[in-house]
């Protein structure tokens, strides 16, 4: 296999202090996005965007950089073995499965941890779902994904035992955007999450190269509570360990509801330059919502430029945004959504996100 050095990774190296040793060349080609994986979440969630560093907020994340270092987050996309030829049961053994064992390239067992405050997806069980996954080299193969057993528990060790034994979705050579060799460089394919799920699971993702016997998995965390792909867990935010539909701590930024009646999850869809659209899920509590308004203030230059299932204002950095009539009645424990176009650098978490009633 051609081993491919990223400059990439040199230049948050060096910005960190981090001195590459010679004839230890990264091996870079990609893991899942959407929804994400332990490496790319906390990786997102320890890189300071100013020197490079890797800071950790996350408190898993945290105990996995201080088992494998910050190796592991620079090279985030590199969860391979490349002896794999696309093995999974048998080959990586029980407690191993997120690092990919232990033959890899680098040294990722900090993300084996049995925790339950990784970085959380929360997602919607049966929902159709686009994923992605990050094309850092593009290579030919096999994207399979597989869901763990009702029953799973975060606080053990992951086991084979503990996943179903096919997997739930699986697509060869799926089209790309972007990249290679970027953040946002990924393949994307639309597929259907598994049925009759609730509460806390583990999607294992398997990528097989087709051209050579290299192979990378991961494990992304995630819940099944109604969710659209709002994830918690990363820069500081809320901890994913007790997730439900009614409670704020499903926000990624800082909801407030003072009514105790609704709550706000806030969102980012799609970026480019110089703009990027996101979406906000309103959730009502253990009481139906009759009217509702959601506030923040961004955290830089952003500008709302469009709202839609919704009736949205912005003053300065201050957004308001009301119900339209169809939508302004939110059932007990339900949500309603709205999206929105916004200029500037895309912001992953808003301040002072509050959800009023009436």
Not at 231 to 245: A, F, K, Q
Not at 278 to 285: D, K, L, N, P
Request: with cysteine; hydrophobic share 35%; charged share 10%.
């Amino acid at each position: 296999m051609r081993l491919l050095r990223v400059a990439a990774v040199a230049l948050f190296a060096a910005a960190a202090g981090i001195v590459a040793l010679p004839g230890t060349p990264a091996q870079a080609h990609g893991a899942i996005q959407v929804p994400g994986s332990r490496t790319w979440f906390c990786y997102q969630d320890g890189r300071n965007p100013n020197t490079g560093a890797i800071e950790p907020k996350n408190a898993a994340c945290a105990a996995a950089v201080a088992q494998s270092g910050v190796t592991s987050l620079y090279n985030w996309f590199a969860v391979l073995r490349s002896d794999g030829a696309g093995r999974v049961s048998g080959f990586i053994p029980d407690g191993q499965l997120c690092s990919g064992g232990t033959g890899g390239p680098y040294n990722f067992t900090g993300f084996n941890l049995a925790r339950a405050d990784w970085p959380t997806t929360h997602l919607t069980a049966g929902a159709n779902v686009q994923f992605k996954y990050n094309n850092w080299a593009k290579h030919p193969g096999t994207f399979s994904l597989y869901i763990t057993k009702d029953g799973y528990d975060p606080a053990k060790p992951l086991a084979w035992s503990d996943l179903e034994p096919t997997p739930f979705d699986q697509v060869t050579n799926p089209p790309a955007n972007g990249g290679p060799g970027t953040d946002d460089g990924h393949y994307y394919w639309n597929g259907r999450l598994p049925a009759g799920k609730s509460g806390k699971h583990l999607i294992y993702s398997v990528w097989s190269r087709s051209d050579s016997q290299e192979t990378f998995y991961g494990c992304s965390d995630v819940v099944f509570d109604g969710g659209n792909g709002e994830v918690t867990g990363i820069g500081g935010g809320p901890s994913p360990s007790s997730p439900s539909p009614s409670s704020p701590s499903t926000s990624p930024s800082t909801p407030g509801n003072p009514s105790g009646r609704c709550s706000a999850m806030y969102s980012i869809v799609s970026t480019w330059s110089g703009g990027f659209q996101g979406e906000v899920m309103v959730h009502a509590g253990a009481a139906a919502v009759n009217g509702w308004n959601i506030s923040w203030t961004w955290p830089g230059d952003q500008k709302i430029a469009q709202v839609w299932s919704g009736k949205g204002t912005g003053t300065g950095s201050l957004v308001s945004v009301n119900n339209e009539n169809w939508n302004a009645n939110v059932p007990a424990n339900g949500h309603v959504t709205f999206g929105f176009l916004a200029s500037g650098a895309a912001a992953p978490q808003v301040q002072n996100l509050t959800c009023t009633t009436g």
